[in-house]
């Protein structure tokens, strides 16, 4: 197969370490991490925090087999309140945080990831209702250093599988704009070796090869993907999987805003309504205004007056 450059960078390249018996995922993002943290003034720890869970959604593309939408997200009680990332079975990905400005501010700069989230959880959902199936979540607490050591932890816990991953988020020196990456790796149970010291041993070795990649190495294009692969793993024997495409992109539309309105009582839409009697609604994924005009708005209005007269407890 033909291997992935540097500069197709947001793709999920999946490989398999054979003399190991090790899967993994390398994903480089660019257009739609500055899609996505382009929406919004996001302050840096911010942005970085975000720019990794995009990293860490887009490592289950081509992984998980669904049709419809998966996301990550993270809620917290501390200054960086919500993270959610969500990507479709096609790679299309978006994201959103909201945090407290004024909390932040009040911390230092270089802020870790547990102070900035305080206690919290992940949540990881596929919902599949569009395409006729259910929701199936799992939810762990928001334990360890990183995000990323929340996401091996609910591999580890949930499913059974070790796993180590390394993600780097940050400014392209070039260009100063945002680039995110990162590398997964989990062990395949009951296959390689028959002796489990054995398999344990080839673990350690590759989560220790891991270590060594530098953020210049997952971020750069100086490097193409399978480059940085055979210079960590080529004792491994490193066998590459045709890549999955990522996207930027957001579901969001009319149709969808009108419907989420028909939901709020007559008090709050008219409390909502402009002075000239229109209703603007801004996507908080990725900022795209929408305007509802005053006869629309009088029409949601009038829906919601009879709804009301039909349940009185609305």
């Known amino acids: ?73 993270v809620r917290g009680e501390g200054p960086l309140s919500l993270l959610v990332v969500d990507v479709t079975n096609d790679g299309t990905m978006r994201g959103y945080a909201a945090f407290a400005a004024d909390r932040l501010a009040a911390l230092e700069e ?88 054995e398999r344990r041993e080839h673990w350690r070795r590759v989560v220790m090869l891991l270590a060594t990649v530098s953020e210049a190495e997952l971020l750069g294009d100086h490097l193409a993907i399978e480059q940085v692969l055979f210079r960590l793993f080529h004792e491994e024997g490193v066998r590459l999987f045709p890549p999955a495409t990522v996207r930027p992109g957001c579901s969001c539309e009319k149709a969808r805003v009108l419907e989420l309105l028909r939901g709020f009582p007559r008090e709050e839409l008219a409390a909502m309504r402009l002075e000239d009697g229109a209703i603007e609604a801004v996507c908080e994924f990725c900022g795209r205004r929408y305007r509802l005009g005053p006869e629309e708005v009088e029409g949601l209005l009038h829906r919601a007056k009879d709804a009301a007269a039909r349940d009185p407890a609305r």
């Open 1 to 73: 197969m033909a291997a992935v450059s540097g500069r197709e960078r947001d793709v999920v390249q999946p490989f398999l370490l054979e003399q190991a018996s090790v899967r993994g995922r390398f994903v480089r993002l660019c257009e739609t991490v500055r899609y996505v943290l382009g929406a919004h003034a996001y302050p840096p720890p911010v942005a970085r925090q975000l720019g990794e869970l995009l990293v860490l959604a887009a490592t289950f593309v081509g992984a998980l087999k669904f049709q419809g939408t998966f996301s990550l997200q």
């Open 110 to 197: 270089d802020i870790p990831c547990a102070r900035l989230f305080g206690s919290g959880v992940l949540a990881l959902t596929v919902d599949q209702r569009a395409a006729g199936g259910g929701i199936h979540q799992g939810v762990v607490r928001l334990d360890g250093e990183s995000l990323a050591e929340a996401v091996g932890t609910y591999f580890r816990k949930s499913e059974q599988l070790p796993t180590a991953i390394r993600v780097a988020s940050g400014l392209d020196p070039l260009d100063g704009r945002w680039r995110a990456a990162g590398l997964i790796l989990q062990a395949m149970p009951g296959e390689g070796s028959a002796d489990p010291e």
